[in-house]
């Protein structure tokens, strides 16, 4: 056997292992691209990443997830907030899974950078009680959001009537609680009233209670203040009654009998 037999021989597989690498690169992140017990497989179809992290057992979401990320699923952990622009950075970003979790309420910031890519957003079987009323303003995306114990307000009002698609999401809302005592426990689309004027209305009526307890005080001091001091003035003209008379002095009677 030559050299270049020998050469050839060894060339080619490593050729091959060159080759395998560079497939593996393209087809798995890197360790320090795809947070610790998540699963990353590029999509071909969607060009990124398909992140994993189902059970879990995470407690917030991941700071470090692949930037091409297109579908992220967060299901069934333990994460019990959602941090403003907490997905910041994942552009391509077009189907989150964030069902089965702890979180309770959304801030305005929630899910912002989504904006623009995001299709859909999964929050089902939280314990989402509130959320604020510019969370979903700006998402195209289809929101699921039933079973959760919504507080039915204003804000959520607002919040769901800023969503691409309000109606489908409104069906599946049940209020837990409600601003109107006689929705609770009743679907979201029973509530035929405007919770915001109703908000309004219960603040200017606090209002006008206060202004007239404050009134009511007042004129309760008037009163007091006017009767203690006609009972003041009682008391001191019977004083002046009670006091004896000054008699008259000789000189002055001996006057008044001349004059007679």
Same mark, same amino acid.
């Given at each position: 056997?030559?050299?270049?037999?020998?050469?050839?021989?060894?060339?080619?597989?490593?050729?091959?292992?060159? /080759?395998?690498?560079?497939?593996?690169?393209?087809?798995?992140?890197?360790?320090?691209?795809?947070?610790?017990?998540?699963?990353?497989?590029?999509?071909?179809?969607?060009?990124?990443?398909?992140?994993?992290?189902?059970?879990?057992?995470?407690?917030?979401?991941?700071?470090?997830?692949?930037?091409?990320?297109?579908?992220?699923?967060?299901?069934?952990?333990?994460?019990?907030?959602?941090?403003?622009?907490?997905?910041?950075?994942?552009?391509?970003?077009?189907?989150?899974?964030?069902?089965?979790?702890?979180?309770?309420?959304?801030?305005?910031?929630?899910?912002?950078?989504?904006?623009?890519?995001?299709?859909?957003?999964?929050?089902?079987?939280?314990?989402?009680?509130?959320?604020?009323?510019?969370?979903?303003?700006?998402?195209?995306?289809?929101?699921?959001?039933?079973?959760?114990?919504?507080?039915?307000?204003?804000?959520?009002?607002?919040?769901?009537?800023?969503?691409?698609?309000?109606?489908?999401?409104?069906?599946?809302?049940?209020?837990?609680?409600?601003?109107?005592?006689? /929705?609770?426990?009743?679907?979201?689309?029973?509530?035929?009233?405007?919770?915001?004027?109703?908000?309004?209305?219960?603040?200017?009526?606090?209002?006008?209670?206060?202004?007239?307890?404050?009134?009511?005080?007042?004129?309760?001091?008037?009163?007091?203040?006017?009767?203690?001091?006609?009972?003041?003035?009682?008391?001191?003209?019977?004083?002046?009654?009670?006091?004896?008379?000054?008699?008259?002095?000789?000189?002055?009677?001996?006057?008044?009998?001349?004059?007679?």
């Amino acid at each position: 056997m030559t050299l270049l037999d020998l050469w050839l021989s060894h060339s080619i597989p490593m050729c091959l292992l060159l /080759q395998s690498l560079v497939l593996m690169a393209l087809c798995f992140p890197s360790a320090s691209m795809c947070p610790k017990g998540c699963i990353c497989q590029r999509d071909s179809h969607l060009h990124g990443f398909n992140v994993t992290c189902s059970q879990s057992r995470l407690k917030e979401i991941p700071p470090s997830l692949p930037a091409d990320t297109v579908l992220l699923r967060l299901d069934h952990n333990q994460i019990g907030a959602v941090p403003d622009q907490a997905f910041h950075g994942l552009r391509l970003l077009r189907e989150l899974n964030l069902s089965y979790n702890a979180v309770e309420t959304l801030g305005e910031g929630a899910f912002s950078g989504l904006e623009g890519t995001l299709q859909v957003l999964d929050l089902s079987h939280n314990r989402i009680t509130s959320v604020h009323k510019e969370a979903f303003a700006r998402l195209k995306a289809r929101v699921i959001v039933d079973d959760n114990p919504w507080h039915c307000d204003c804000a959520l009002q607002q919040a769901i009537g800023g969503m691409a698609h309000n109606h489908e999401a409104a069906a599946r809302v049940l209020c837990r609680s409600s601003e109107l005592h006689d /929705q609770e426990g009743r679907p979201y689309l029973a509530v035929d009233t405007d919770l915001c004027n109703l908000a309004k209305r219960t603040t200017d009526y606090a209002m006008l209670v206060t202004m007239f307890g404050w009134f009511a005080m007042v004129i309760s001091y008037v009163v007091y203040y006017v009767r203690q001091n006609q009972e003041d003035a009682r008391r001191h003209l019977e004083y002046l009654k009670s006091l004896p008379s000054k008699p008259k002095k000789p000189d002055e009677a001996d006057d008044i009998s001349t004059v007679v």
